[in-house]
């Protein structure tokens, strides 16, 4: 017996570091963490909403090394108290003199835990295989990335986030001023001590996982808190309202705005329906009524340009046609002054689409972010959050893969159908094959562009083509029956 146990211990040893056999696990409503007997943070799974929900979205975001490790480390194991207190898990460890070296504080619920320690020279905080980003091609891939985070700033005075990437070339110390860790596409692992650290992360071209080391002036006494759970507002703003600003990091305020808007309008469409995709769905065509305003602005201003160039078309192919160089561009010019036309009137039509373009981006980036989409199907989509790899290819294609993604064919045969179907008035024959063409043309790089990316943008997008050409088709029958 002696014998056979000997060899279940070897053979546990090839599969898992000693430490980690030896550690103490916490397990929570959130999270499940593992702690070495010298209180370092070993192991750490998330879950979202709750590991014990049904469908929960498990991650483990730590490294084989360690998630939290601090410096120095060559200190014999420490003796571990455990105790319940208002509703949270305490472990005091202790060394044998009997003073507390490290204690850590985790509640039943949330992703916010917080450590004290003492005698600290630096603290290292790594990511490991399993939280890199899931492999995707094409611009799909700009989606998942993992990048370092640093917020300026405390609370209330946050004035930014600063966000670098694993693969940037230069290394940069920071002196940290808030907040600072690594983040995913869903998931986040973020510090914030109010001890002055110097930070060092690693990266470069090489480099696969995230390695933040924070180094302090000498041994020193350290409390930190560390959220450590999914980019999602309602957690991020329970856990500490500035980390809010994780979410759509790098937009501008009032692009941020739209994105919390669309989120929650999207959220709440959720709650009466019962899938995701059908959600993502009614939220285009919300979205579409929403927009009518600035839809018939937009097409107001397109009108009038084409109306111009229906009028100016004829005048000025016969003046290129005639005169070259500097006395085409004076006639050019006084036929715009004589027509009360101004020589940027084009410009008029860019408008109505800036007027739209905000909102496009603002669903593009929430539905980039939504971890509520991770693990959702949808008819054949088996993940809303990735391509719908409708068929598995018997080759790969540069850039595009070695997926067929058949909702984008979708999103581009709605859109040739548009464009089929838009005739303006305003427009000769001429002019509305370049115009037809153009919209063709705009088709293809959308599907070029939506290829790789997630389902679910795709899916948005293919019910606002669809959309499009019912309401074309409305309107050219009311044209017909009068």
């Known amino acids: 017996m002696s014998r056979r146990f000997l060899r279940y211990v070897l053979l546990l040893s090839l599969f898992q570091p000693l430490t980690i056999l030896a550690s103490t696990v916490v397990d929570t409503q959130s999270l499940r963490l593992h702690f070495s007997q010298q209180g370092d943070l070993l192991q750490v799974e998330a879950c979202f909403p709750g590991c014990r929900a049904q469908n929960a979205r498990v991650r483990l975001l730590s490294a084989p090394q360690g998630m939290l490790v601090f410096t120095p480390q060559d200190m014999p194991p420490l003796d571990l108290e455990r105790k319940t207190i ?11 003199a009997g003073s507390q070296v490290r204690r850590w504080q985790i509640p039943e619920q949330g992703w916010l835990v917080s450590v004290a320690a003492q005698g ?70 973020m510090i914030k001590t109010e001890a002055p650290l110097t930070l060092q992360p690693r990266s470069g071209a090489a480099v696969k996982d995230a390695w933040i080391d924070g180094q302090l002036d000498g041994q020193q006494h350290l409390y930190m808190d560390l959220y450590l759970g999914p980019i999602e507002p309602v957690a991020l703003q329970q856990a500490a309202p500035e980390l809010e ?27 009466f329906v019962p899938q995701w995709g059908l959600a993502i769905m009614l939220l ?13 602005i937009a097409d107001r201003l397109q009108r009038q340009v084409q109306a111009i160039d229906s009028r100016l078309g004829p005048k000025l192919a016969a003046i290129k046609k005639r005169y070259k160089g500097s006395e085409q561009s004076e006639r050019i010019l006084t036929l715009y002054k004589d027509e009360d036309v101004h020589p940027l009137y084009s410009l008029k039509g860019l408008l109505g689409v800036f007027l739209i373009i905000p909102v496009f981006i603002g669903a593009f980036d929430m539905l980039a972010e939504n971890i509520h989409l991770s693990g959702e199907s949808f008819l054949w989509i088996a993940d809303l959050s990735h391509a719908d790899a409708f068929m598995q290819l018997p080759f790969s294609l540069p850039f595009f893969g070695g997926e067929l993604n058949l909702l984008p064919f979708i999103m581009t045969g709605f859109s040739f159908i548009a464009s089929k179907l838009h005739a303006p008035p305003a427009l000769d024959a001429t002019q509305q094959r370049k115009h037809k063409r153009n919209l063709v043309l705009m088709s293809l790089g959308f599907l070029i562009l939506f290829y790789t990316f997630p389902a679910g943008m795709v899916l948005y997008w293919t019910t606002n083509n669809l959309i499009s050409v019912i309401k074309t088709l409305w309107q050219r029958r009311s044209v017909d029956n009068n």
Do not use: H
Request: proline fraction near 2%; glycine fraction near 10%; hydrophobic fraction near 45%.
């Open 284 to 296: 285009s065509a919300l979205v579409g009524v929403l927009m009518q305003p600035l839809n018939r």
């Open 120 to 189: 600290v020279e630096k603290v290292t905080l790594t990511s490991g295989e399993q939280f890199r980003p899931a492999p995707a091609s094409g611009f799909g891939n700009l989606l998942e990335q993992s990048r370092y985070l640093f917020f300026e700033g405390f609370g209330d005075a946050v004035s930014g986030v600063a966000v670098t990437g694993l693969d940037e070339s230069e290394q940069v110390a920071r002196d940290n001023t808030g907040w600072f860790g690594f983040r995913n596409r869903f998931w986040a692992a």
């Open 245 to 271: 600003d994780l979410m759509y990091a790098g937009l501008w305020f009032w692009l941020r705005w739209i994105c919390q808007t669309l989120y929650y309008l999207l959220g709440t469409i959720a709650a």
């Open 86 to 96: 208002d509703g949270s898990t305490v472990l005091s460890f202790t060394d044998a």
